[in-house]
């Protein structure tokens, strides 16, 4: 499965947009990019996934550059209850999903 | 529904001995994924049973093994356990072996010493 690199932390105000990008230049045709999000003390929570176009859900929103090298999860308007370590996952169907570091969101009131 | 189910939540053990930790997946879930995360790490996976069998396998001993029942529920059990073992174990429960549905567990908390 293709790596992901992700900066290791970053600040969001209450009620703002929060933008987390996903590098992935390794991407393969036939990889899904998935995101999760680890509050503390809890297990990894599925947020969306994608291929290659924009998705959407209650939660989130995946954009996808057009050459699939990178990603952004957009969290339209962050609450406290965000705050958590944001993971993008880049892997094809059917293999396990590998965890790197990812991004430590801190959302401040 | 329920989702998944883990057991013990905390559990302390002396080094050298053997732990049997135990997940029962999300209603309509088949498939049965382990992982370990140490403090301040991303989880690493470390076998994913489907049917009764372990179907894939992480960079882990002989140590770590595992088994599925037929009522899909999981054990992961760990032999004369290491200090290094020490860490938060997480079950992920899913509808076949795609990711899709990936459900995880709270984890239990074992700690060696």
């Known amino acids: 499965d293709a790596k992901t690199t992700q900066p290791p932390s970053m600040d969001c105000a209450e009620g703002r947009a929060a933008n987390l990008p996903c590098n992935h230049s390794t991407i393969s045709g036939n990889e899904y990019v998935y995101w999760y999000r680890q509050i503390h003390s809890q297990g990894p929570q599925y947020i969306i996934h994608?291929?290659?176009n924009n998705e959407t859900n209650e939660m989130a929103s995946l954009i996808i550059t057009e050459d699939r090298k990178s990603s952004t999860l957009i969290l339209p308007h962050a609450t406290l209850r965000d705050t958590a370590v944001y993971y993008c996952i880049v892997k094809a169907a059917g293999n396990k999903l590998t965890f790197g570091g990812g991004t430590r969101v801190l959302v401040k009131p | 529904d329920a989702g998944v189910t883990q057991s013990p939540t905390h559990l302390i053990k002396t080094r050298g001995q053997q732990v049997t930790l135990r997940c029962s997946p999300k209603s309509g879930h088949d498939t049965v994924s382990w992982y370990q995360q140490a403090l301040g790490q991303g989880p690493q996976f470390i076998f994913q049973?489907?049917?009764?069998?372990?179907?894939q396998r992480g960079n882990f001993p002989d140590r770590f093994s595992g088994h599925q029942f037929p009522n899909y529920s999981s054990e992961l059990n760990v032999n004369a356990l290491l200090l290094g073992d020490s860490a938060l174990y997480l079950c992920?429960?899913?509808?076949?072996?795609?990711?899709?549905?990936?459900?995880f567990g709270s984890g239990t908390r074992l700690t060696v010493v």
């Open positions: 994608g291929l290659k």
């Open positions: 049973y489907y049917e009764e069998e372990e179907r």
């Open positions: 992920a429960s899913s509808p076949g072996q795609g990711p899709i549905g990936y459900t």
